[in-house]
């Protein structure tokens, strides 16, 4: 059975601090993506990042960026320079293709809510 | 708008009712997903359409779950004799279902389903 667990239940940093997400996950899949999502206080998923098993390499975008540890079965997501905007629950996601069409379900772990202090 | 579309935004019932939860997924978008969100809890996936079909419906928690998509397009979520436990957020997300594509999925705001 898939499993993600983010341990860190809640985040408090001030404004222009850094900030890491942690997030472990299990699976007995050898192909498989990992995922980051943003939920706002409106609600609505948004999708940051989604990572190939097979591709290690950690990658920039803007004042984001992601750890993947295959050894480790971690997969950190890194906000630089953090901005009020950026307070959300985040939610890391494990998928399992479902589908001949590649489609995929996620099983996401229980979120980090990330307070940014102006 | 552009997004997915999930109306009621909120639903308030009584235990035993049956209610119906609609999703409009982005236009264009063959794959189609339900998850059920509770309280300090991430997603959880209840059941997959590609067009028409379900294609995987491991999810649903029981058989007062139902779930139909007939057109390929607009899914509606069906919950029979409504049971407190159902409280929660029902999340529709819907994607391109084709192989290659990012694998993002476009998630609406939700329906929250409150029962008494």
């Known amino acids: 059975a898939q499993k993600v667990t983010q341990a860190q239940t809640e985040i408090s940093v001030v404004e222009k601090e850094d900030v890491t997400l942690d997030c472990v996950y299990e699976t007995r899949d050898t192909t498989y993506y990992l995922f980051w999502y943003k939920q706002p206080p409106s609600g609505e998923l948004v999708f940051l990042i989604r990572?190939?098993?097979?591709?290690?390499q950690n990658e920039i975008s803007g004042r984001y960026s992601w750890n993947f540890q295959k050894s480790t079965s971690s997969f950190n997501f890194t906000i630089t320079a953090s901005q009020v905007v950026d307070s959300a629950v985040y939610f890391c996601?494990?998928?399992?293709?479902?589908?001949?069409?590649?489609?995929?379900?996620?099983?996401f772990g229980t979120g980090t809510r990330l307070t940014i202090i102006p | 708008g552009a997004g997915v579309s999930q109306t009621p935004s909120n639903k308030v019932t009584e235990k035993g009712k049956y209610v119906e939860l609609r999703c409009d997924p982005i236009?264009?978008?063959?794959?189609l997903y339900w998850y059920r969100q509770s309280l300090g809890q991430g997603p959880e996936f209840l059941i997959y359409f590609q067009g028409t079909g379900a294609a995987d419906d491991s999810g649903l928690p029981n058989d007062r779950f139902f779930a139909v998509r007939p057109e390929g397009s607009v899914s509606t979520l069906k919950i029979q004799r409504t049971e407190r436990g159902d409280s929660a957020v029902y999340l529709c997300a819907s994607s391109l279902g084709v192989t290659g594509n990012s694998g993002e999925l476009f998630f609406g705001e939700g329906s929250r389903l409150t029962v008494l």
């Open positions: 990572r190939n098993s097979f591709d290690e």
């Open positions: 236009s264009g978008h063959t794959a």
């Open positions: 996601a494990l998928s399992e293709v479902i589908s001949n069409f590649g489609n995929e379900k996620l099983t």
